[in-house]
């Protein structure tokens, strides 16, 4: 699935349109493929009112009155601008809309506008798409917060009217919707923190755009399980443990052991060949029993926190560093010699972006891939930005930082990003509120380290690192976990479940 601009997909529309030539065929094709669904969501016996706005949208939801009121379903339409505000194509829907014996009351002919919301047991929201631009004027604004106040069950065409389609807004007024049928490619705002919401619950429909016009116009992609089955690691009968990387994970101090450990195992558990862990000995002596399987080093410390050493880093194909590794200076000066010395892809998690805060200068010296996974706030501050910025453009930013700084970066959240240094995107959708706690970063990192480490492209290990990461919290929450109990060494143990389910 391909996430889209309001811009690529207006070129995407344009050149179906024009180039191709599908013309008033694509409304029609939308209508259509919207009415469908919409079917399955409502009664024969509900009152379903279209409302009906000034763009191409607006025709949209002629074309479902249309379609709704020839299969005998009580339909009716409350257009609220004048008609000479409607385009050519959508006053063309309109009139075989009402050729078809279609009713419409338009907002200003009367003040019943609010009794017909009110009366409906389905509200069709084709008031705006992805044409809104700033804050919803009248009188659209006073009809989208009655419809919120009174209307039935809503149901949004292509996007919730007078939400942004694109990142970067800043106030918008919108739909609250329920549901949301979204048109060919989902846009960018369906995966902000701040807008997902609106959408309610979503799901696309193909109305005959080609489906190379869509690829070659999006520039991001949800990395899904149709992603992660052609691309997983594939397992050759005859290889040895030395096939599946030598990784290394560098963590832990003497307070926080238990997420370094979690890190070795779920490497382990995602296929890793070979691993080694370089913590304090302390920790090494609390944590080692928990995966015998891995290989222990004792690195030097001092008050309980690793400091510079000497550690074995040119054999290996994968080394992890941070997690729960604390931020004291002299670990930093540790991560310095890390990033100098790793001649394999590098991964940089926890407190190791803490410690990287006055390093950043280093990334871009480095040869090898450097991965990092910051959730927001490790971002914000990686950017030394609010939050709430950064919450409403995360494609950008993540963007931004991974061309300047050459690295690949994994900004995690209900919807994680996945960014390339040459700026390639993808979003992994899997997972669910059980991965809200303490540890799942520390499993996440792990499941990276293993994934790239086993012949793939770095951006598609990533991609499905996350994909197994939220797969496995879904498969267990499936098979008896709930949101509230998942752990994050339950997301470890599931990820058996996942490579069972894809193999
Ligand atoms: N291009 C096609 O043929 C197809 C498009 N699809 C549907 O069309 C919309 C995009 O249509 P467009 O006309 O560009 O935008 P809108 O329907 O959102 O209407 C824009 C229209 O609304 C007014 N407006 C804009 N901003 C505001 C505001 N802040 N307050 C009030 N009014 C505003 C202004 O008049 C604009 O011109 C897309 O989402 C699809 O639903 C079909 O699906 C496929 C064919
Ligand atoms: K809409």
Known sequence: MFIVTAKEMYDIDHCTMEKIGFGKLLMENAGRAVAEKVRQKVNAADKILIVVGPGNNGGDG??????????????????????????????????????????????????????VISEADVVIDSLL?????????????????????????????????????????????????????????????????????????????????????????????????????????????????GDHGKGLVIGGCDNMPGSFAMTVRAALRTGAGLMTAVSTEKVIDRIACLSPEAMYQIGASEKGHLIADDLPLDDKDGVAFGIGVGRETKTAALLESVLQETTCPLIIDGDGLYLLQNQLARLKQRNEPTILTPHMGEMARLLEMDISDLTRSPFRYAREFAEEHHVYVVLKGKYTIITSP??????????????????????????????????????????????????????????????????????????????????
């Open 422 to 503: 040459d700026g390639n995107q993808a979003v992994s959708t899997t997972g669910n509120p059980g991965l809200a706690k303490g540890g799942s970063g520390d499993v996440l990192t792990g499941i990276i380290l293993a994934m790239m480490m086993q012949s793939q492209s770095i951006f598609q290990s990533l991609c499905n690192a996350c994909f197994v990461h939220g797969m496995s919290a879904d498969l267990q929450v499936q098979s008896g976990h709930s949101y509230h109990d998942l752990l994050a060494t339950d997301v470890i143990e599931g990820i058996a479940s996942v490579y069972r389910t894809f193999s």
């Open 129 to 241: 798409g992805i044409g809104v631009d700033g804050l919803v004027r009248e009188p659209l604004a006073s009809v989208i917060a009655f419809i919120n106040e009174k209307g039935g069950k809503i149901v949004s065409v292509d996007i919730p009217s007078g939400l942004p389609a694109d990142e970067g807004a800043e106030a918008f007024t919108s739909i609250q919707a329920d549901e949301t049928i979204v048109i060919a490619a989902p846009k960018t705002s369906v995966f902000l923190p701040h807008t997902a919401n609106y959408y309610g619950n979503w799901e696309v429909v193909s109305i005959g755009h080609p489906q190379t016009l869509i690829s070659e116009n999006a520039a991001c992609f949800v990395a899904d399980d149709v992603f992660f089955r052609t691309t997983m690691p594939k397992r050759d009968v005859n290889s040895h443990k």
């Open 62 to 115: 002629y074309v479902i009155a249309r379609t709704l009121q020839n299969e005998q379903y009580r339909v009716s339409v409350l257009q609220v601008v004048p008609d000479q505000k409607l385009s050519e194509q959508v006053q063309f829907f309109k009139q075989l809309y009402l050729a078809c014996n279609g009713t419409c009351l338009l907002l200003d002919d009367s003040a019943e506008w609010k009794q």
